[in-house]
């Protein structure tokens, strides 16, 4: 088990490392190999939120899709929903599991990525950038000061992962 | 170490949609873990994974003249049909219940095979294969999954019997397992029956979860067990889901 998680991380890794010289934020590469990107926030479901203004972007981190394996199916909520800051919006479905998606942020949904309805592994592919979830229209901004900065959240998933 | 806690509720003949709603119940209201065993249910019924497409999966106009329930559930996973003789075990843990387990899908899923492995234990040359349970190479049970930030859930439904006439109301699924190689579903699947009597079945099971628990059995008139829950996503479908063309996408499902 533990040489299978290696190995897909390693895989993930190099996808990243070959993608880095085409994307324009910056990473940085933990020790897990999954990718954490500069310039975005975190919560501790391994939800990412980047601030753009009047509305935030939100998907799940490259470490969450690593752990979900093949994600085939996507639930998102309409929009004009509200979200609560660590309360589920959504689901996706991987390797016969459904597995909850929690807002980082509380707000109003304005915007849901319909991509995903036909390609989910997007999730996969471009966790940061074409895998996003959902845009929300933010309703406390000092939230994003509770959520983790990229060498936490990094740091977070190293010790939850040597935990088990 | 003194084990962790777990409810033990066992229950006889109860409707799987009830189940289902009992199941998300607990999983979404309760901080305590769970083991609940249904022996059968009392109508035949078709039960799909959330992302479930009736017209990919079912043979719809036979579905609609028998007039058999379809039930689109919470967990993920693929479709079964199940009866009185089908038992059903579920897991329902805080996510740090097992000590050293990480909660995600593949973890949940290697748990569950070692304690089946127990159930049976070298019965019929049972195995995990591609997260399926197999005896002699066929299929008699399957793993699906709920998985929240705090909780998880893992059920199976075990073909203890089944009647080949209900297996024609599903379709060979576009995507299968390897070891599948093509089979229709009576050369894919088993009978339990055919290797171990459904109390043997049911009382190890229970052994084997106190290997990882200390089970307390809880009444099945327990208020708890009783209580509606408005929130289910587990749901019938109607007829005009079921009679919709294909167009319809579950994929682009939104949450009510």
Redesign the interface.
């Known amino acids: 088990m533990a040489l299978r998680i290696w190995a897909s991380s390693t895989a993930n890794a190099l996808k990243i490392s070959a993608k880095s010289t085409s994307v324009s934020p910056a990473f940085s590469l933990s020790r897990c190999f999954s990718s954490v990107l500069e310039g975005l926030k975190y919560g501790k479901s391994h939800e990412w939120v980047k601030h753009d203004g009047p509305v935030a972007l939100i998907g799940i981190t490259d470490h969450a899709q690593d752990h979900l394996g093949e994600v085939v199916f996507v639930e998102l909520p309409e929009p004009g929903k509200s979200v609560a800051q660590g309360e589920s919006f959504g689901a996706v479905e991987s390797v016969k599991a459904t597995s909850d998606v929690n807002s980082p942020i509380s707000g109003e949904v304005v915007e849901v990525n319909t991509k995903l309805s036909e390609t989910p592994g997007l999730i996969n592919t471009s966790p940061y950038e074409d895998g996003w979830m959902i845009k929300v229209k933010p309703s406390n901004a000092a939230e994003l000061e509770t959520l983790l900065n990229p060498k936490d959240y990094t740091k977070f998933c190293e010790e939850e992962d040597a935990a088990h | 170490m003194r084990l962790p806690l777990m409810n033990l509720v066992k229950l006889n003949g109860m409707s799987i949609l009830r189940q289902l709603h009992l199941e998300e119940k607990l999983m979404r209201t309760s901080s305590e873990n769970w083991c609940i065993i249904n022996d059968g249910t009392i109508k035949p019924t078709i039960v799909m994974?959330?992302?479930g497409k009736p017209q990919e999966l079912l043979e719809t106009e036979s579905v609609l003249r028998d007039e058999i329930p379809v039930i689109r559930r919470?967990?993920?996973?693929?479709t079964v049909i199940v009866d009185q003789d089908t038992v059903f075990v579920t897991f329902i843990c805080n996510k740090d219940a097992v000590p050293?387990?990480?909660p995600?899908?593949?973890?949940?899923?290697?748990w569950a095979g070692h304690l089946y492995e127990k159930v049976f234990n070298g019965i019929g040359n049972f195995s995990v294969c591609e997260?399926d349970y197999v005896l002699g190479g066929r299929k008699f049970g399957?793993?699906?999954?709920?998985?929240?930030?705090k909780r998880w859930l893992q059920h199976t439904s075990f073909l203890w019997d089944y009647k080949k006439s209900n297996m024609s109301y599903l379709k060979l699924p576009q995507k299968a397992p390897n070891y599948r190689q093509g089979r229709s579903h009576l050369d894919f699947i088993c009978r339990m029956k055919d290797y171990i009597s459904r109390p043997d079945f049911i009382d190890e099971t229970i052994r084997a979860a106190e290997s990882h628990f200390r089970l307390t059995p809880l009444n099945q008139e327990d208020n708890l067990l009783n209580q509606q829950y408005e929130h289910s996503r587990s749901r019938l479908l109607t007829i005009d889901e079921l009679e919709e063309a294909p167009v319809y996408?579950?994929?682009?499902?939104?949450?009510?």
């Open positions: 994974g959330i992302s919470m967990s993920g996973g693929g050293g387990l990480k995600d899908p593949q973890r949940i899923i290697h997260n399957g793993n699906a999954l709920s998985i929240t930030s996408n579950p994929a682009v499902a939104t949450r009510v």
